[in-house]
């Protein structure tokens, strides 16, 4: 692991010319601002690939590693303390994701979702492999699904940068996790991103297993709430787009 | 006898609902009177067998039950009912059934919209995301995300899609065969299984539950309230059967020979429910587990049980005989 160092090393000293305007990119993306993201992506996705790459020599697991690495970086900017860290960050995550996968059996795992395996949700690696079989009631499954299908279209389009960052994908995430308060939110990431069994969690937030408990399952309702809002809205829109009537209002019924 | 009262309005939401969105059809010319005897709805009776709770009146399948009556009065029906948790592709198809239905004109019946009842939704606007649905306690909106989180374990509409041509001998042979049905208990109750009493059955659960002096304050009045106002309309009902059915063919003499014989007993069931009701008034309910009060409900019971009991063969007659003629008009 020598050689990873030198190159995380050789890595978080390069870049440093534009250090103020990367600085400012970084404070635009935590605030919500997907273009400076994309920026943001635009300028580090090779270095990262080359570091996902040089640890599993493998081109293909190494694009997985950086999207879903990217994803997460998306989810956790708003986490990220001192915008200077950003690169070191990033990298960190990559790191974090390059081993998980070797764990799961280099290569050859590549298809595990991360959402899945992480959460410790005692779900089989495949389950909603098959978009008919997403089970939307199941948090973990629409995590996986939503991130799936990210992957899939950065693996499979001729832009992955802008296929990687597509709205309604990243959004769909971004937006199921605000409904929550902070700490549903902290104790939820920290449960699903953070790959944390709950007895852990209760010891980082001070609280006992049974709280934990208490908050996955009532954030569990509430993403629940807003998956339908948001599918709603796509369902109005995907109306609009067709064509169909807006607004159709008969005379009230006499009952 | 003939009974003065308001006949537009019932205490039972679903057939006043199904009215309602009939009103909008080719078939506007029935009235609530009709709607309620041909769907059944003026002869049910599905009593809780512990407290006599309010949920009785429409603890029915709400699908199956309603498509039935939408049949029997001539038209093709859709059912939405995804239990929860609702998936995001449930939600969006059970809002589509609402808009095409509404695009047809015709509102959607669905169930606890504002109240847990039946009412009609009519109308939506998809830039406020928000329906307009009215039930017996409100006339107002309620948007998309709040209709697809209902608080009973279901998401419930019905829409009719097709009118198709009925004769009035199979309008009135399919009402028959579900007064009958549910009269003596064999109409399916799906998850409701045999949790109430349903039909002439129901008058023996209730009188025990009287005599345990067990039954619910609310409950009670409630039920009363729903099938007096309920039996008020199967007397009206059979009383104009046999008032149009003036035919000279056999049917028609049989139809209003039974359907005025069955018409007294109704009268009669429909008198008891009124004492009832001055007993256990709604919402209060009186005192039903006072031993007295419930003695006296007793009586009027079973004297309802008796008269609803004979009122019921009629029918069971007239639907056995009404089982072997399909001609729309018949010389002889």
């Known amino acids: ?41 635009r300028r580090h996705r090779a270095k990262a690939l080359g570091l996902a790459g040089s640890l599993t020599k493998d081109v293909y697991l190494a694009e997985d590693i950086v999207q879903e690495a990217l994803i997460r970086a998306f989810l956790h900017l708003g986490t990220l303390t001192d915008s200077n860290r950003f690169i070191p960050w990033l990298h960190r995550i990559v790191r974090n994701q390059a081993y998980m996968k070797l764990r799961r059996g280099g290569p050859h795992g590549k298809e595990r979702p991360f959402v899945c395996f992480m959460s410790q949700s005692g779900l089989p690696a495949d389950s909603g492999r098959n978009e008919q079989a997403v089970d939307w009631s199941d948090i973990d499954c629409i995590l996986f699904h939503l991130t799936d299908h990210a992957a899939d279209e950065a693996r499979n389009g001729q832009n992955p940068e802008q296929y990687l960052l597509r709205q309604e994908v990243l959004q769909s995430i971004h937006m199921l996790i605000r409904c929550l308060n902070k700490r549903e939110r902290d104790i939820f990431e920290a449960r699903f991103f953070g790959e944390l069994p709950p007895a852990e969690i209760a010891d980082l937030f001070d609280t006992t297993t049974a709280n934990v ?25 995907r ?4 064509g169909l009537p807006r607004r159709r209002i008969l005379t009230p019924p006499l009952i | 006898m003939t009974i003065e009262r308001d006949w537009s309005k019932t205490w039972t939401s679903a057939a006043a609902a199904i009215h309602g969105a009939v009103s909008y059809t080719d078939k506007k010319h029935f009235t609530l009177t009709e709607v309620m005897g041909f769907t059944g709805h003026a002869f049910r009776m599905n009593i809780d067998p512990e407290s006599i709770n309010a949920a009785g009146p429409t603890s029915f399948p709400g699908g199956y039950i309603l498509r039935r009556n939408l049949c029997n009065l001539g038209f093709t029906s859709c059912l939405a009912d995804p239990p929860a948790p609702l998936t995001p592709d449930k939600v969006e198809r059970t809002i589509s059934l609402v808009q095409q239905s509404l695009d047809r004109g015709v509102p959607a019946i669905a169930f606890d919209l504002f109240t847990p009842e039946f009412g009609l939704i009519y109308g939506y606007d998809d830039d406020k995301q928000q329906f307009y649905a009215k039930d017996h306690a409100k006339d107002g909106t309620l948007t998309y995300a709040q209709f697809a989180d209902p608080k009973i ?12 041509p009925h004769s009035k001998y199979e309008t009135l042979r399919m009402a028959l065969s579900m007064i009958v049905d549910h ?20 008058y023996g659960a209730w009188i025990n539950v009287m005599k345990l002096r ?35 063919n056999v049917v ?8 005025g014989d069955a018409a007294v007993h109704y009268e009669a069931v429909a008198v008891a429910f009124g004492q009832l009701r001055e007993l256990f008034p709604f919402p209060d309910g009186g005192q039903p587990k006072d031993p007295v009060t419930a003695d006296r409900a007793i009586e009027l019971l079973q004297q309802a049980q008796e008269a609803e009991t004979k009122g019921v063969e009629q029918l069971e007659q007239l639907f056995h005989f009404m089982k072997e003629y399909y001609s729309e008009i018949w010389v002889n």
């Open chain 2, 183 to 202: 009269a003596r208990g064999k109409e399916w109750t799906h998850v409701f299984g045999d949790k109430f009493a349903q039909g002439l059955a129901g």
């Open chain 1, 239 to 242: 109306r609009a787009s067709l």
């Open chain 2, 214 to 248: 067990r039954a619910d304050e609310h409950g009670n009045a409630f039920n009363i309230s729903v099938i007096a106002d309920a039996r008020e309309f199967a007397a009206r009902f059979l009383r104009e059967l046999a008032f149009r059915w003036d035919g000279s």
């Open chain 2, 252 to 259: 028609e003499r049989t139809v209003r020979k039974h359907a």
């Open chain 1, 1 to 41: 692991m020598d050689v990873l160092a030198l190159e995380t090393a050789s890595m978080l000293s390069s870049g440093g010319g534009a250090e103020g305007q990367e600085r400012e990119l970084v404070e635009r993306a935590r605030s919500g601002d997907q273009e400076a993201f994309g920026e943001l992506v």
């Open chain 2, 153 to 164: 374990d279901l998401l419930f509409v019905t829409t009719i899609s097709e009118s198709l």
């Open chain 1, 213 to 237: 408990y208490n908050t996955l399952s009532r954030s569990r309702v509430k993403l629940q709430k807003e998956r339908i809002r948001i599918s709603i809205s796509l369902y109005v829109q």
